[in-house]
């Protein structure tokens, strides 16, 4: 265990299980990357207090889960992840990972600025899971080749592995982006259905909501043809074409109302601009249609 806290620097690091045990592991350190592969009778491997403040500089800690089971704490939530998972955390945040007897684990180190200078957020990609593919196989297989090689290859095969980590990051990255982006837009969708007849919503309003930005917030919208208020205006809209057809009676300003335009000056505004006409040309236009629809079914009938 003393020497496997020396190749896991600022975490502890203590067996699962007394008795016996048959523990080995491999590490190495390089320019850009460091590399543990364990595995063993069960080791938990724990990190906060001390061992974060103490930390100088933050590293993504990318975890093979390759045979085995793991209980894993990070960000005050708890998974137990199986063999064949990927996992990767930060360094410097609280976490705690217990390892199951039989477990055999690969972790890759990676300095997180060298991760952003590359356009790759990693605090984003941290305790996202994915499951092991024939990528990460050979990060492992030349992460346990690379400490038999002499310096001029180790420096040559550590420079791939690492280029090929930042590929794979890379592409998690963008994915994990697009899934938080379109959680955020169908939320935003969310709100605007909740709130449009609340004449005092509008992107401002949806950004506090959202705990976000307004310049986020346009740009979860930007290229996909409406913008935020738009939105907001055409459902709006909708809302009070839906009321003129129903009542041909019912007054402008309470259709405004209703409809979240706030006034009847805005309603005929907003008509024109959404619709090029009037409310009440469309009131007129639904009601004939109406009656042409009646007609029609009566002649049907007869």
């Not at 064949?84 to 990676?110: K, N, Q, R």
């Not at 000056?265 to 009037?278: A, C, H, I, P, Y």
């Amino acid at each position: 265990m003393g020497e496997l806290s020396a190749v896991a620097p600022g975490r502890r690091v203590a067996p699962v299980l007394s008795g016996p045990r048959s523990d080995t592991f491999a590490a190495w350190e390089g320019r850009r990357l460091g590399y543990v592969h364990y595995t063993g009778g069960g080791v938990a491997f724990t990190r906060n207090g001390a061992e974060v403040r103490a930390r100088q500089s933050a590293d993504l800690q990318f975890a093979m889960l390759l045979a085995g089971r793991a209980r894993v704490t990070y960000d005050h939530r708890a998974a137990v992840v199986g063999a064949g998972t990927v996992m990767p955390l930060m360094a410097d945040d609280p976490h705690e990972a217990i390892l199951e007897p039989g477990s055999d684990l690969a972790v890759l180190y990676v300095p997180a600025t060298v991760l952003e200078a590359r356009g790759i957020e990693p605090r984003r990609l941290a305790s996202t899971t994915w499951g092991m593919g024939p990528v990460e196989r050979v990060l492992v297989e030349l992460g346990d080749t690379i400490a038999g090689l002499d310096a001029a290859d180790a420096l040559a095969v550590e420079a791939g592995m690492f280029e090929t980590l930042l590929a794979l990051l890379s592409a998690h990255d963008v994915t994990e982006h697009e899934d938080i982006a379109a959680q955020a837009r169908a939320r935003v969708l969310a709100l605007i259905e909740e709130g449009y007849t609340d004449p005092g919503l509008d992107a401002a309003a949806l950004a506090r909501r959202l705990g976000v930005s307004r310049r986020y917030l346009y740009a979860l919208f930007e290229g996909r043809g409406l913008s935020i208020a738009a939105l907001v205006r055409n459902r709006r809209v909708a809302h009070a074409q839906l009321l003129l057809s129903d009542d041909p009676r019912i007054p402008l300003r309470r259709v405004a109302r209703l409809s979240g335009l706030g006034s009847e000056d805005r309603l005929l505004r907003t008509f024109k601009t959404v619709l090029g006409m009037s409310p009440s040309v469309f009131r007129n236009q639904a009601a004939a249609e109406t009656r042409a629809r009646m007609q029609s079914r009566d002649s049907a009938v007869g």
